[in-house]
């Protein structure tokens, strides 16, 4: 009966140990540590980024067209998209030499050291007087103060704090951000011709035509950020006829 236990047990144990290993099953391509910048902190199984620097992924990307995202966990600054061996990790940016070509948190494209353009370029118009008639109508409708409503005395010298909770969405709305922010997720597609790079599944219209060289994907951080490749189990759909990145030997 003993005997019958221990087995029975055994035999549990190696599927319960079986079934974790798989779950746990070390990712094919991840950030590498040889590859990145000495403040850098790699974490869960190195597809997290965090520290101040840089990370190149482990492969390169040798197919036709090949796709992947990356998760902002929290905010900062970062910038993300490819780099060959040569490039500099050190910096809390990419694009800072001519070996990487990135998309940047501060509304840039860099390569080279050089900004190539605003990605979400942005207007915002003034208000005039009759929209703010209309908005102080508004506010009183919903009972929040004017600054007609506020005693003289008081004015420079209390803050008077007004909770927009219940507010209406049509009175005041919440600003739908263009660029990616924490939370976001951006992809990158590239096809040995374009690197093109999308915002919640939408391109963004900013592509590179000079990268040259083996590259792989990058990751650069900074001032606190947090942030996760995505290397299969994409969020958004990759572009038609691209995949996740393929190992040399998966292609022959």
């Known amino acids: 009966m003993f005997c019958c236990l ?13 079934s974790a290993a798989n779950r746990l099953r070390d990712p094919d391509v991840f950030l590498d540590s040889s590859f990145s910048g000495p403040d850098v902190i790699l974490l869960s199984r190195q597809l997290r980024i965090t520290g101040s620097g840089g990370a190149l992924a482990t492969a390169p990307l040798v197919q036709s067209k090949s796709y992947f995202e990356i998760k902002i966990q929290q905010g900062g600054s970062w910038s993300v998209g490819l780099a060959t061996r040569q490039a500099d990790l050190t910096k809390k940016f990419g694009g800072c030499d001519r070996e990487s070509w990135c998309l940047c948190s501060d ?9 190539l353009r605003p990605v979400v370029v942005t207007t915002q118009e003034p208000i005039g ?11 009183h409708t919903a009972g929040l103060i004017g600054i007609e409503d506020v005693p003289e005395d008081n004015v420079l010298g209390t803050v008077v704090n007004v909770s927009i909770e219940n507010c209406s969405n049509n009175l005041i709305a919440h600003p739908v951000h263009s660029f990616p ?46 942030v996760d490749i995505i290397l299969d189990n994409f969020n958004y759909g990759p572009p038609p006829g691209f995949d996740k990145i393929m190992l040399e030997q998966s292609l022959l």
């Open 107 to 115: 509304n840039a494209t860099r390569h080279n050291d050089e900004t």
């Open 181 to 226: 922010d924490e939370g976001d997720v951006v992809g990158i597609a590239f096809d040995h011709i374009e690197l093109n790079f999308y915002f919640n599944g939408k391109n963004l219209d900013v592509p590179f035509r000079n990268v040259k060289g083996t590259v792989y994907p990058v990751i650069f951080v900074g001032n606190g950020a947090i």
């Open 129 to 139: 007087a009759a929209d703010n008639t209309l908005i102080n109508e508004a506010a």
């Open 6 to 18: 221990r087995t029975c047990l055994n035999g549990n144990f190696g599927k319960s140990a079986s």
